[in-house]
């Protein structure tokens, strides 16, 4: 996949001793899901012993999905489709269990730009008292409409994380792997905004912050395919529900073809 969008990061020189896994939840991404590993497997660092962890949970993919991943030599969990909270839970237990410190997650649509782990890594090992950092996503399949309203939505959250109403993307964000599971992982019964909601509980545990460098270039075809009235309405309803305790159960994007890019 080609992109249009120029991939700005700051390359940020760090020790490297932390070790960094990613996980990967997919379900009907095979025309998606090589691109997003090899930006991952293509990182322009130097581990140092410490190599970058990869895994791959499936959700019950009716397509190739799993088979590219393997085909990449990435190891893949199945989910039997629960959903992307517990697919990414799973994924961070596996991860843990492999000694890792750092658990980061990206979506299958999405591209790590270069050296998107040593800026993770970077975080954490400049401050200890950090323990999750999120950044922006960038659409690089979308228009200048799209983008701009992306960027808004970033600057909104980057705002609200300063005021300690931590928001991040559940796609294009890492935690300390015990703080991570200390604090229960995404929840796994919000259909909608799991990844609001654990920032919010993890805040409680300690420092978080939005990085505006912390880029991931992502697919915008939800929102090309279904507009953005209806995911409004729902991020909406979601929030409300939030506040109020209250439940509201959506499938959210399971309506959009995802064996269409744009």
Not at 6 to 22: A, D, E, F, Q, Y
């Amino acid at each position: 996949m080609t992109t249009k969008t120029t991939m700005k990061t700051r390359r940020v020189p760090v020790n490297r001793g932390l070790s960094i896994g990613v996980v990967i939840p997919a379900k009907n991404e095979e025309l998606f899901i090589k691109n997003c590993i090899k930006s991952l497997k293509s990182q322009q660092s130097s581990l140092h012993g410490s190599p970058l962890k990869l895994v791959v949970v499936d959700g019950n993919s009716s397509d190739a999905t799993a088979k590219l991943a393997r085909q990449e030599g990435i190891t893949v969990l199945k989910d039997l489709g629960i959903g992307p909270a517990y697919a990414r839970n799973l994924g961070a237990l596996f991860l843990k269990q492999r000694g890792t410190d750092i658990v980061a997650f990206m979506d299958a649509d999405t591209i790590a730009p270069p050296y998107w782990v040593d800026r993770i890594r970077a975080h954490f090992e400049k401050r200890p008292e950090l323990i999750g950092v999120g950044g922006p996503y960038i659409p690089y399949d979308g228009k200048k409409k799209d983008k701009r309203i992306y960027a808004l939505v970033s600057l909104g959250m980057r705002v609200l994380t300063r005021t300690g109403l931590p928001h991040f993307y559940g796609g294009n964000c890492a935690f300390r792997t015990e703080e991570f599971l200390r604090a229960g992982g995404f929840n796994e019964k919000v259909s909608m905004l799991e990844d609001m909601e654990l920032s919010f509980r993890m805040r409680k545990l300690g420092k978080l912050e939005f990085d505006k460098h912390l880029l991931a270039f992502t697919s915008c075809r939800r929102y090309r395919q279904m507009g953005y009235l209806k995911p409004v309405y729902q991020t909406i309803r979601s929030y409300s529900s939030f506040i109020t305790k209250s439940h509201y159960k959506t499938n959210y994007f399971d309506g959009i073809d995802r064996h269409k890019r744009c």
